[in-house]
């Protein structure tokens, strides 16, 4: 129905620019997730920890065996 291809569009849209703002930088990826989790209101400072937070679990994440993963045996940075 057309409320499902509406949310189907802003996920996907969002997935996208998450992608390439991580590509580029961190700083970047703050910028996006300020835009689409905070709607560009409130402390930048949240969006930014966010990010922080999203790249550092990634390169946790990126050095887990694919084995691990689909066992469910994924281990999350010790300092969060």
């Avoid at 509406?6 to 910028?31: P, T, W």
């Avoid at 400072?45 to 691990?68: G, H, P």
Wanted: charged share 30%; net charge negative.
């Amino acid at each position: 129905n057309k409320w499902l291809r509406q949310l189907e569009d802003i996920f996907f849209g969002a997935a996208k620019a998450y992608d390439l703002a991580i590509d580029k930088q961190a700083e970047d990826f703050a910028d996006v997730l300020y835009r689409n989790m905070y709607a560009d209101k409130g402390d930048k400072n949240y969006s930014q920890a966010l990010a922080r937070y999203t790249v550092r679990e990634l390169v946790s994440l990126s050095m887990t065996d694919t084995e691990a993963v689909l066992r469910g045996a994924v281990k999350f940075n010790a300092d969060t």
